[in-house]
Nanobody, 124 residues
């Protein structure tokens, strides 16, 4: 059974930085993809970023390009989301997720395992 544990959320001011971590356990993740999604109050969950575990290809939603960076540590089985120049509209619960393939990485319904989420609040 795959387990995902997120950490690193918090309350920050606009322009600040945060780094989210997602520690994965339960199996090896070759040919998997890991993604970050977020859900703000009253809004649908949206894709933020994804990375393929083996090749390290990265994908971002347009609103975070140039500000967020996704990376992974294959030894620690951990995925990171470095968030710079945070904006109030980045406020949401952030979830990491894992899927058993590297296709359709932007589609949340294709992911097989989800973490519990971590709150990110950006004040103006």
């Amino acid at each position: 059974q795959v387990q995902l544990v997120e950490s690193g959320g918090g309350l920050v001011q606009a322009g600040d930085v945060l780094r989210l971590s997602c520690a994965a356990s339960g199996r090896t993740f070759n040919n998997y993809a890991m993604g970050w999604f977020r859900q703000a109050p009253g809004k649908e969950r949206e894709f933020v970023a994804a990375i393929t575990w083996s090749g390290g290809s990265t994908y971002y939603t347009d609103s975070v390009k140039g500000r967020f960076t996704i990376s992974r540590d294959n030894v620690k089985n951990t995925v990171y989301l470095q968030m710079n120049s945070l904006k109030p509209e980045d406020t949401a619960v952030y979830y990491c997720a894992v899927k058993r393939s590297t296709s359709s990485v932007r589609v949340g319904s294709t992911y097989n395992y989800w973490g519990q989420g971590t709150q990110v609040t950006v004040s103006s």
